[in-house]
Structures are given as structure tokens and as C-alpha cells.
């Protein structure tokens, strides 16, 4: 079948078939909900942490500035009880930006310091939940064209040149 549509001037890959584009509808509609649910589970341990865990002062030390939203993300330097440093990445919104040597609240678990979050800034688990309604929806919005797509084209009958199954 490959062949006769090859001989009959159809030269689109396998990106083209409506197995693969199908394929890549379902994997998407499934690992939005999986994002969603996985930066569910980030954020109620971030928000579990900000209720729980330790306080202490950290310094800004670096802030990256990209151009995209996602590069929004600075580094937070602050001391372990046992002398440590640590460290910790958050996001920073758009209205709020950091500055490095700014001082800012750090909490951290008092089993394991190195697991801690900024007081005031998101976490990466929100990004996740972000991007998981992206995919589904876009997912989503795909995959109804595509069935309308193949609802009219079923109502059209035969394309010409093709003959009739059955």
C-alpha cells in the first residue's frame, strides 16, 4: 500500500500518517493530566514545607534574566543549622523581581536542609501544573480538528481516483 502511494506521487513521511498523528494526540492528552498531577503533588509538598519547616534568612545571589517567562529564575544562598551552605532555585513573577544581594526567607526541613523553598515565590511545581493545561488543552484543540477533519471527509464519500471498500 506504501508503494502504490509512492508511485502515485504521495511522498509524505511517517510524520504525515494519521497513525503517528494520533499517536501524538493520545501521548499528549495523557502526559498533560500526568503533569498536572505531578505539580499537584510538587506544590502540596512546597506548601506542606512553608507551613512546617524551618525559617532562616538567605542572599539572592543570582538572577537569571531571559527573555521567556521560564528563564525567570533566581539562586538563593543560605546557611544549614550544621554550617552547610545551601542553595535554592525559585521562580521569580514578572512584577517582582529579585536583585542580587537582596534578602530573602528560606524554609527548609529540618531533616534535610538541601529541600527547601522561598516564602513569596513559586516553586517549579507550578510551572509543571502550567505546562500540563497546555498540553491538554492544545491536545484537545488537535485532536477535535482532527476528527472533524475525518467526520467530513467521511461525509464526502471517496476521494477521486480511490476506489470504494467493501
Known amino acids: 500500500m506504501a508503494a502504490s502511494k509512492r508511485a502515485m506521487g504521495d511522498t509524505r513521511g511517517f510524520l504525515h500518517s494519521r497513525v503517528f498523528q494520533t499517536?501524538?494526540?493520545?501521548?499528549?492528552?495523557?502526559?498533560?493530566?500526568?503533569a498536572?498531577?505531578?505539580?499537584?503533588f510538587m506544590m502540596a509538598a512546597d506548601s506542606d514545607l512553608?507551613?512546617?519547616g524551618e525559617r532562616t534568612s538567605g542572599t539572592v545571589t543570582e538572577v537569571d534574566d531571559g527573555r521567556k517567562a521560564s528563564d525567570h529564575r533566581f539562586r538563593t544562598d543560605y546557611l544549614a543549622p550544621d554550617g552547610t551552605e545551601q542553595?535554592?532555585?525559585?521562580?521569580?513573577?514578572?512584577d517582582g523581581k529579585p536583585a542580587v544581594g537582596d534578602v530573602v526567607t528560606v524554609i527548609y526541613?529540618?531533616?534535610?536542609?538541601?529541600?527547601?523553598?522561598?516564602?513569596?515565590?513559586?516553586g517549579p511545581g507550578t510551572s509543571v501544573v502550567g505546562i500540563g493545561i497546555v498540553l491538554t488543552g492544545v491536545s484537545l484543540?488537535?485532536?477535535?480538528?482532527?476528527?472533524?477533519?475525518?467526520?467530513?471527509r467521511a461525509g464526502r464519500g471517496p476521494e477521486p481516483g480511490e476506489t470504494p471498500k467493501g
Open 87 to 94: 542553595r535554592v532555585w525559585a521562580d521569580w513573577p514578572l
Open 141 to 152: 484543540l488537535i485532536g477535535t480538528a482532527m476528527l472533524v477533519g475525518v467526520l467530513l
Open 109 to 122: 526541613r529540618a531533616d534535610d536542609p538541601g529541600t527547601a523553598v522561598l516564602e513569596g515565590y513559586d
Open 23 to 34: 499517536l501524538a494526540i493520545v501521548l499528549m492528552l495523557l502526559a498533560g493530566p500526568v
Open 50 to 52: 512553608l507551613q512546617n
Open 36 to 40: 498536572v498531577v505531578v505539580g499537584s
